[in-house]
Structure formats: C-alpha cells, structure tokens
C-alpha cells in the first residue's frame, strides 16, 4: 500500500506533460518498481497520456511483463470478486461461516488448495468460489492475530486510563464511587485477559497461514 501511495504523491502529472521528453518518461518508468509500474498503468492510466502509456508497456516488456496478462488478471479478479460477493449473499451467514471453518480445519489438516476445490466441487461450489473462500479463510486467520495485539494493547491503555482516572475522581469526591472509570478498568482488563487467552493461538494461526 506504501508503494501505491509513494507512485501517486511522487510521480508528477504526466497528463498536464503532453510534450514531455522521452527519455525523462522512460527515466522515471525506469526507476519504479515492477508494482510500482503495474499499479501506475493499471489504475492510474486516465492520468496517462496515449504516449505515456505506450512507454510505459514498452518499460514492462524490457521487464518481461506482460501487460496483457495482468489486465485479464484484474478482469478476471473483478468477476470473481463479485461472484463471490454474489455467493455470500445467496447463502446464510451461519453457511459461509461454516465452509470457512472447514477451510481452515483442512489447511490444519495440511491438504492443498486441489483437494478443497475438488471437496467443494462435489457440494456444487465453483472452483472460484473455492478459491476466494480460501484467500477470505487467510485474512480471516490474519484478523484475529491482530485482534490478539490489539486486545493486549489496547487492553493495557484502557486499564492504565481508568485506573489513574479513578485516582484523580475518587481524590476530588471524597472516596466516592465513581463507576465511569471503574467500567473502564473492567473493560480494559476484560480486552486484556481476552487477548492474553488468545496469544497461545496466534503462533498456530501463523503456521496454517503459511499453509494457504
């Protein structure tokens, strides 16, 4: 994402450059990164001129990248993506749950993507379905490392915070119960112990991530 940003706050409108040089638009192709590159051409082309994008194809292709290949890539991604979104909501939310339950438990289980398509298949789901469960099952498993770190994070700061404003209220009320902060502390211990009874997993959720 770094990437994406650093090409379209760094590269300078090549549209508003018509009568640009061209070997000053082949220096600057020449110095991006093959993401970089793609992602300009791919999703930036309307700031392009026809000259532009020519030089910049002929750049790819010195690179052995097809161009060609990568616009039916994100075609083909799109479709799938709205097939998917299509699925999801032709089916129940407890079902999608469930068949990625099942993708991760045969991720555990060290089968390979073939053997779920093949699995699927015979439940009448699509090959691409099936891989979009799989990409879907993978961020899945990323989530709940991150909800891991941020209840442990976000657990502490909650718990210090209502702690220390607890301290100051009780100290200018005179010992009387305040239950704003006490709350605080209840629900910043409570991120706390939760993310503290996930840490244990999250070293098994980074091996069947690595499976995927």
Known sequence: MFAIIFVSQTLP????????????LKQLYSELSDDQLTYKLLHQSHELTDEAIAIGKEEMANRNISFEKLELAQAFESVQKKNYEQFKLNNREDAIAQLLKDVINAKIEGKEDTDLI?????????TNITLSLL????????DKIEQTRGDLFYGIIITVA?????????KFSGGTVVFLPYGAIFYGLFKFLRGLGNLATQKKLKEIIKRF
Not at 13 to 24: E, G, R, S, T
Not at 135 to 142: F, L, R, S, V
């Open 13 to 24: 409108n090549l549209k508003a450059l018509p009568l640009a040089d061209n070997i000053l």
């Open 118 to 126: 093949t699995t699927f298949e015979k439940q009448g789901i699509a």
């Open 135 to 142: 990409t879907d099952a993978k961020q899945q498993c990323k």
């Open 162 to 170: 209502g702690v220390a404003i607890a301290i100051v209220a009780n």
